[in-house]
């Protein structure tokens, strides 16, 4: 075959240099055609859209095309014809073509179209080859360029926070533990209590399930600062929400106070949202006319207007007046509670029909390091909240003042010996801040509308499940 420098086929559909001569490589999504012709649909991963090549079967050799079959990846130098009556404006006609690799069309498991979500989840390692993966992983990636953007240009530094952590302040029980140490033969003390002397770092450690107070440490000293990395989760919970392994986006900024931090999380969140519509329209149009009808209304609907801004307390009482008019929850609620995702989509969905930013949740049910109101009894909580996802962004202003901070510390019988360097940046030179995590697969669910999280990251860690 004559060398030919290879083109995309997203470029090639732009192309409209008709009659010039280009080559593409990619994988054959379905062929049909007559004894005389062949139309190979070619797709190579750069666009949803598929390229047509027309291929004149006498000017081929049989034993090659025969390998062309679903699957298969093929090289293709051929001649670019405006088309008539066809979706797309150009095709190729086919001058040489390769084989680079078959697949065997009576075992290629990805013949036919219309699998279920929950089939192509067991061929995990094959679903990017299909329409809607292919579409949710060029959405994902570029959901993660808006993010580095939206923080560059407004002067945040990107802060790697440690993976491996020991100090397991937020996430006990929930943890997943490193360790180096033989597990049939562990160093017990006399009450039977592992020691972890000889063990890799010497104490226990244990996966990341935030960066939170690491980023606190940067924003204190850079002053804006974000984190995006992988974060883990031991937690039972086998949701269509809850990932064991799943990627968080952290702002940490000084000087901001509740409100301001509430103002960054929703200009993040349209920013993010606008920038799948602009950037990823075709994924985003495929997958609305695919699953969800409502997918672009509901991304252009979170744009229209301001989020509702609303107490917990007062958020509540619109749930358990809900109650009272015959609405049936599965969980109770009353002050106090911990709201399920069925409460959170009910203010969203029913009550208000937009986002809301629930804040002042009752400090028994936040983190330690949430700022005390003055009523002694909240804390300056947010969460956002979003239609079909419920929560998909948690934070708050920080207790700055060291005293009340180790006083909460001490009430919730945190080890002291694991949080000393915490405590630092309240005794020099604290000062208010503010934050949250946003957690990436929970953003993709709404930009994609898909409704399971196990859809949005190429290889799902689940209760029960690691494969691939
Ligand atoms: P939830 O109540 O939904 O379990 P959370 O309150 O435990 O969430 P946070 O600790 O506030 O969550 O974490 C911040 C963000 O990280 C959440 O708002 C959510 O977007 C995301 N998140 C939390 N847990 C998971 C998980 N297991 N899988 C995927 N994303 C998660
Ligand atoms: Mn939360």
Not at 44 to 54: A, E, K, P
Not at 201 to 230: H, N, R
């Amino acid at each position: 075959m004559e060398k030919i420098t290879r083109t995309r086929v997203a470029d090639v559909l732009k192309s409209e240099a008709y009659g010039s001569k280009v080559n593409v490589k990619g994988w054959v999504r379905t062929r049909r055609g007559s004894k005389q012709v062949s139309f190979i649909a070619l797709n190579d991963g750069s666009t949803i859209h598929n390229l047509q090549i027309v291929v004149d079967i006498e000017k081929f050799d049989e034993e090659m095309l025969k390998q062309a079959t679903t699957g298969a990846c093929i090289s293709v130098n051929g001649t670019l014809v405006e088309s008539v009556g066809q979706k797309q404006k150009v095709e190729l006609h086919a001058v040489e073509m390769e084989v680079l690799g078959g697949a065997d069309p009576a075992v290629y498991p990805l013949q036919k179209k219309g699998h279920t979500l929950e089939f192509l989840r067991e061929i995990a390692h094959l679903r990017p080859r299909t329409n809607t993966f292919g579409a949710v992983f060029r959405i994902r990636h570029n959901m993660a360029i808006a993010i580095h953007k939206f923080f560059h240009e407004r002067g945040f530094y990107y802060f790697h926070t440690p993976i491996i952590t020991a100090s397991d302040c937020e996430g006990a029980g929930q943890m997943f533990q490193v360790t180096t140490m033989n597990l049939y033969n562990l160093k017990k003390d006399a009450d039977g209590s592992i020691i972890y002397d000889d063990d890799f770092f010497g104490k226990q450690a244990s996966l990341t399930v935030s960066g939170q107070l690491e980023g606190e440490l940067a924003a204190t000293a850079l002053g804006a600062i974000y984190t995006f990395g992988p974060t883990f989760r031991a937690e039972n919970s086998n949701t269509p929400r809850h990932l064991a392994e799943f990627w968080m986006i952290e702002p940490e900024v000084a000087f901001n106070e509740i409100t301001e931090n509430m103002d960054l999380a929703e200009e993040f969140i349209k920013y993010c949202v606008q920038w799948a519509l602009d950037n990823c329209r075709d994924d985003v149009q495929f997958l609305n006319d695919m699953f969800d009808k409502e997918l672009i209304a509901r991304l252009e609907g979170v744009l229209k207007e301001p989020f509702v801004r609303l107490s917990y307390t007062e958020g509540v009482k619109i749930l358990e007046e809900a109650v009272a008019k015959g609405h049936q929850f599965e969980y109770p609620v009353y002050w106090g509670a911990d709201l399920a995702s069925e409460h959170e989509r009910y203010l969203v969905e029913n009550h208000f029909g937009r986002p809301v930013i629930l804040t002042d949740y009752p400090k028994e049910i936040k983190a330690f390091y949430m700022k005390l109101n003055g009523d002694g009894k909240t804390v300056r909580a947010m969460d956002v909240l979003f239609p079909k996802i419920g929560e998909i962004i948690g934070g708050s202003e920080r207790e700055a003042d060291y005293n009340k901070l180790l006083r909460r510390i001490e009430e919730l019988h945190i080890p002291m010996k694991d949080m000393w360097w915490y405590l630092d940046t309240r005794r020099f030179g604290s000062c208010p801040h503010s934050g949250f995590g946003l957690g990436f697969e929970r953003l993709l669910l709404f930009v994609t509308g898909m409704s399971n999280i196990r859809d949005v990251i190429p290889f799902p860690r689940t209760p029960k499940n690691a494969e691939f």
